[in-house]
């Protein structure tokens, strides 16, 4: 007589078969997905973007010691909301460093509002450093009809300046006045990290109340994942999970850079040389774009 399979182990056949679907999907997406694991470095390999500084990935897991206080000349944050320090912790993302603002009403800290990249890579290019690049974490408060109040915290990409001497400094002006003070920045590559790795960050939201991931677009959530499902997504391919593919297009050539230089602004003038925008703008031409009269004008030492 044939055994009678009892509820517990069609159950039990049931989570198997799924799992093992699973685990087929998941190397389905390797093999097949345009972001997997053969297109991310999984260890920080040292290049040389197009202005020949050092581009690698920074703030991976293990890079930083639980002793340590200070990373790129900022304060490691070991005090974050509960939510977000578990998230963070979780995906891997790193360390969370607290960036001082620079002063508006001079020159390092006048770039121009929605070009942080542009901002930070021109100072590094014309005074020296590298332009950090990563997440910038805006938390909001609401609070509901019931007077139950959550939190959500909103992933942005952003880009900091890392100045000669060490320190980083967040050089664009939002115009929120004297309350903007630092930003909650997480690491992620020095310099033309996108260009070079053709990788970007994924901008991404998180809320207190909820156990889901928002991804986003342009900031308006276009997907939802629950966070325990990207846990095991990651835990199975060892993806970093939101590092994406870029598409660089037209914005790899040497006439892109060259009208974004020329399109660079800064509204202050410097608070030790007084110069101002215009004559950091002409030196970086000079130097990475020159023409046959600047190679005949002789070097300004300043």
């Known amino acids: 007589m044939k055994k009678k399979i009892t509820k517990k182990e069609r159950r039990n056949i049931k989570n198997k078969k799924r799992e093992l679907r699973r685990r087929k999907q998941v190397q389905h997406n390797q093999e097949n997905s345009k972001v997997s694991s053969n297109n991310i470095p999984k260890y920080s390999p040292i290049k040389f973007d197009r202005f020949r500084r050092v581009c690698s990935l920074v703030n991976r897991e ?7 206080t200070e990373m790129f000349g900022c304060e490691i944050v070991r005090d974050l909301p509960n939510y977000i320090r578990d998230f963070v912790k979780q995906m891997g993302l790193g360390q969370v460093i607290r960036v001082p603002v620079s ?3 001079y020159l390092t800290g006048s770039g121009k509002k929605g070009r942080c990249d542009m901002n930070s890579n021109m100072l590094s290019l014309s005074i020296g450093g590298n332009r950090l690049y990563g997440y ?10 019931s007077g ?5 915290t909103w992933f942005h990409h952003h880009s900091v300046w890392n100045t000669p001497e060490g320190k980083t400094r967040c050089v664009t002006d939002y115009e929120r006045g004297e309350s903007d003070t630092e930003r909650l920045f997480i690491p992620v590559g020095l310099n033309l990290i996108e260009e070079t790795f053709s990788v970007g960050v994924i901008q991404l939201g998180i809320n207190s109340s909820h156990n ?10 276009i997907s939802r994942r629950k966070i325990k499902d990207v846990v095991r997504y990651r835990k199975d ?5 939101f590092l994406g593919n870029t598409i660089l297009g037209n914005t ?6 060259k009208e974004e230089i020329e399109n660079s602004y800064f509204s202050k003038v410097s608070s030790t040389t007084g110069r ?7 030196k970086i031409l000079n130097t990475y774009f020159p023409t046959s009269l600047t190679l005949k004008t002789p070097k300004i030492v300043i």
Do not use: A
């Open 276 to 282: 101002s925008w215009d004559y950091f703008k002409n």
């Open 148 to 152: 139950k109040t959550s939190y959500s």
């Open 103 to 105: 002063n508006h009403d």
């Open 62 to 68: 293990g890079d930083v010691l639980p002793t340590d």
């Open 136 to 145: 910038n974490l805006h938390q909001t408060k609401k609070t509901s009809s």
């Open 252 to 257: 790899g050539t040497d006439l892109y850079w």
């Open 212 to 221: 889901y991931v928002d991804y986003m677009k342009k900031g308006i959530p």
């Open 237 to 241: 391919t060892g993806d970093n999970v």
